[in-house]
């Protein structure tokens, strides 16, 4: 089946730190993948996605490549701000898009 | 464009009530899906509708049911309310056809039962 593994938070950084939030995945076919970030009282804002294997997205500073060889989707930034604070969480949908599959989620606190 | 817009935004129910929550997808949008949002158990898909059909369901119980209108418009709602049922409940659209699956979110709807 289906489904997303994310790195367990809550992740604290100094501004300016570099970020990695890892993501692996199980999946039949070929998924495509997706982050997502929820800001306080909010719901979820696409951050970035990639549908096939070695592509990267990308949007305001943040990254991640999609690894077939390794089924993973890291997410990375490499200078984080405190307007980066925010619960990130990676997702899959299979080959048809009916259903999307979500992580745990990673809680992300930035400090001055 | 207009995002995902989700009525109401909070509601407050009492136990054995029944609710009903809508949603109203973005313009061109044909998939609305449903989810149920709570600190424990995370994001848990309830299901999702395209073009007026059921294409996908969770894993909950029959009291939630939902349907979609002609529109793309689609309520989702709940009977006989458990004190378990509190949460977040956030609808997202997408076109739900290759290579357009990504998923737009509203602001969800905050459901407290007492």
């Known amino acids: 089946g289906n489904s997303v593994t994310q790195m367990e938070g809550p992740v604290t950084l100094s501004e300016e730190a570099f970020l990695t939030i890892n993501c692996t995945y199980t999946?039949?076919?070929?998924?495509?993948l997706f982050w997502y970030v929820q800001y306080p009282g909010e719901g979820l804002q696409l951050l970035l996605k990639?549908?096939?294997?070695?592509d990267k997205g990308s949007n305001k500073g943040f990254e991640a490549t999609y690894r077939k060889e390794t089924t993973s989707f890291h997410l990375e930034k490499g200078s984080v701000q405190v307007s980066d604070s925010a619960v990130y969480f990676c997702?899959?949908?299979?080959?048809?898009?009916?259903?999307?599959?979500f992580g745990t989620g990673t809680s992300l606190t930035v400090i001055p | 464009k207009a995002g995902v817009t989700q009525t109401p935004r909070y509601l407050i129910k009492t136990r054995g009530q029944q609710v009903t929550l809508s949603c109203s997808p973005i313009?061109?949008?044909?998939?609305v899906s449903w989810y149920q949002q709570t600190p424990g158990q995370g994001l848990q898909f309830l299901f999702e509708?395209?073009?007026?059909?059921?294409?996908n369901k969770g894993n909950f119980p029959g009291r939630f049911s939902g349907r979609q209108f002609s529109n793309s418009r689609s309520e989702m709602n709940v009977s006989t309310l458990e004190l378990g049922d509190s949460a977040l409940y956030l609808c997202?659209?997408?076109?739900?056809?290759?290579?357009?699956?990504?998923?737009?979110f509203g602001p969800g709807t905050r459901l407290t039962v007492t």
């Open positions: 990639a549908t096939k294997a070695d």
């Open positions: 313009s061109g949008h044909r998939s």
């Open positions: 509708y395209f073009s007026e059909t059921q294409r």
């Open positions: 999946a039949t076919g070929y998924p495509s």
């Open positions: 997702a899959l949908t299979g080959d048809t898009g009916n259903q999307f599959y």
């Open positions: 997202a659209s997408s076109m739900g056809q290759f290579p357009a699956y990504e998923q737009y």
